[in-house]
């Protein structure tokens, strides 16, 4: 039987519960959700690519349906070579929407057979996001309600206080 599969790509630096709630939500969707660290050349990032897919595996309770994985290179070639379609999204709010619209619409030049599915991020989270959430711990700030045990425990190692 051929089994629905879709690949949730970010940065995922890092994974936050808004991620952790948008790829919960896509499980109802797919038989398998592929949660993919990528690369987004206008970010440096704080945790290296191996420690953020470290994170997410941290984060997600052992599930036969996740599959935690990182790529270089373009989503379209990713996606293509996992066999999948269609890439899920999270959006938070209008301000989202016109980076999203671009690159879902690039995506779909570059490979008319992909599809962007775009799910609104849930109240809880809607403000939460990895470069808020590095802002604020790398101040001391408690960010223990947006992120997982790990990610809290890696931003207080990464930011240690005085
Ligand atoms: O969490 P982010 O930073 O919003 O995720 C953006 C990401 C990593 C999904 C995007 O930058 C991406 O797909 N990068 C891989 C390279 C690629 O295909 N770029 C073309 C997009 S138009």
Not at 4 to 22: E, K, M, Q, R
Not at 104 to 121: C, H, W
Request: proline share 3%; aromatic share 12%; charged share 25%.
């Amino acid at each position: 039987m051929r089994q629905a599969v879709a690949v949730y790509p970010g940065s995922f630096d890092p994974v936050t519960y808004g991620h952790l709630d948008i790829l919960s939500r896509s499980l109802e969707l797919f038989d398998k959700v592929i949660i993919a660290v990528a690369l987004n050349i206008e970010k440096t990032g704080l945790f290296t690519f191996e420690e953020r897919s470290d994170l997410i595996r941290a984060s997600v309770n052992h599930n036969d349906r996740i599959i935690v994985d990182s790529f270089h290179g373009l989503l379209v070639d990713y996606v293509k070579r996992v066999n999948a379609r269609f890439v899920i999204r999270g959006l938070r709010a209008m301000s989202d929407f016109e980076y999203e619209f671009q690159m879902a619409s690039m995506n779909r030049n570059l490979d008319t057979d992909m599809d962007t599915i775009f799910m609104m991020t849930s109240k809880d989270y809607f403000f939460v996001s990895s470069r808020t959430i590095k802002e604020v711990a790398s101040f001391g700030g408690n960010v223990t309600e947006f992120v997982p045990e790990a990610v809290g425990k890696a931003l207080k190692e990464k930011f240690p206080q005085p």
